[in-house]
């Protein structure tokens, strides 16, 4: 009698742990590794960690010139706003009277908009001034210019280790939770690289992928 409570009590601390455990990625007879062979410099930029920033990259701010951004245009209603990147965001109706104030000169950040405050909104982002704090509700209907100065894109992905890097060199590591959402990613998806504002994931930005209309949590190694 005992040792067959013995073998429950395995049975069930078996299920115990298999529950928290880190989503298992599928095997693959090869890796799943995908490049980009269309707008990236090198074939071999997911191998190489001495790939040489274009010079033409530019740097919005002190900390990491990926977080920041600027507007540049807003429609007459105050319902679009246009980026620096050329891309363009619908506004959230009763957000609209906030950017009236806003300035060209002002910085720009664009994190998720999760959490009980936000979870009936039909805008998954929003973008925060951080000159005064003010933040609105946006939707992304026109990704960025696809060659743009300012444009980023996938690079290199690696499903199973839950890697990726930019054409600017800069290297990511996924959150695991988002595996689900990475493995439908593709070298040449066009990012919008944004600010993490989940207290639940201690990773400290957000990608945007404009081709699948989803976003990953990720850091930026």
């Known amino acids: 009698m005992s040792q067959m409570f013995s073998l429950i009590g395995v049975f069930l601390l078996t299920i115990h742990f298999n529950m928290f455990a880190e989503p298992t990625p599928p095997t693959h007879a090869t890796p799943y590794v995908r490049f980009n062979i269309e707008r990236t410099k090198s074939n071999d930029i997911l191998n190489n960690t001495n790939e040489e920033i274009s010079e033409e990259t530019v740097y919005f701010g002190a900390v990491d010139p990926e977080h920041y951004y600027h507007i540049v245009r807003v429609s007459n209603l105050f319902d679009v706003i246009y980026t620096h990147d050329e891309s363009k965001w619908e506004v959230n109706k009763y957000d609209r009277w906030k950017i009236k104030t806003w300035s060209p000169e002002d910085t720009i950040i664009i994190t998720q908009n999760t959490g009980c405050c936000h979870c009936y909104s039909h805008y998954p982002y929003r973008m925060i001034n951080t000159y005064d704090g003010s933040e609105i509700e946006v939707d992304l209907k026109l990704g960025p210019a696809y060659d743009g100065k300012y444009t980023r894109w996938v690079a290199g992905l690696?499903?199973?280790?839950?890697?990726?890097?930019?054409?600017?060199?800069?290297?990511?590591?996924?959150?695991?939770?988002?595996?689900?959402?990475?493995?439908?990613?593709?070298?040449?998806?066009?990012?919008?690289?944004?600010?993490?504002?989940?207290?639940?994931?201690?990773?400290?930005?957000i990608l945007i992928n404009v081709e699948t209309g989803t976003f990953v949590r990720a850091g930026q190694e």
């Open 158 to 205: 690696d499903i199973p280790k839950k890697f990726l890097i930019l054409d600017n060199g800069s290297r990511w590591k996924v959150n695991y939770y988002d595996y689900n959402i990475l493995k439908k990613w593709e070298a040449n998806d066009t990012i919008i690289v944004g600010v993490n504002t989940d207290w639940c994931s201690a990773t400290e930005n």
